[in-house]
């Protein structure tokens, strides 16, 4: 059973940072891609920024230029840093696993970001 546990995040104003980190309990190169998602009230939940076991990032329009995913392998850890945060930047933020055979995603817990204006 693969677990992803997220931490880092928390309350914000509108133009700070935060750094999320996702800690897998398997190597991330088990998986072919991992990436962050998340989940404003009301909406449905959204890519913010994947990567491929390749190397290949993908990243929202909306975070373009602010958000940053890096991953520290030896710690088979995944990070999401978010700088000059916005109000709509507020959701549930998820870690993500992706697995091609059998299409499976495992998700973590989620971790809470709340930007205020």
């Known amino acids: 059973q693969v677990q992803l546990v997220e931490s880092g995040g928390g309350l914000v104003q509108a133009g700070g940072s935060l750094r999320l980190s996702c800690a897998a309990s398997?190597?991330?190169?088990?998986?072919?891609?991992m990436g962050w998602y998340r989940q404003a009230p009301g909406n449905q939940r959204e890519l913010v920024a994947t990567f491929t076991s390749g190397g290949i990032t993908n990243y929202a329009d909306s975070v373009k230029g602010r958000f940053t995913i890096s991953r520290e392998n030896a710690k088979n850890t995944v990070y999401l840093q978010m700088n000059s945060l916005k109000p709509e930047d507020t959701g549930v933020y998820y870690c993500?696993?992706?697995?091609?055979?059998?299409?499976?995603?495992?998700w973590g817990q989620g971790t809470q970001v709340t930007v205020s204006s």
């Open positions: 398997r190597s991330i190169f088990s998986f072919n891609a």
């Open positions: 993500n696993a992706h697995r091609n055979w059998g299409s499976y995603d495992y």
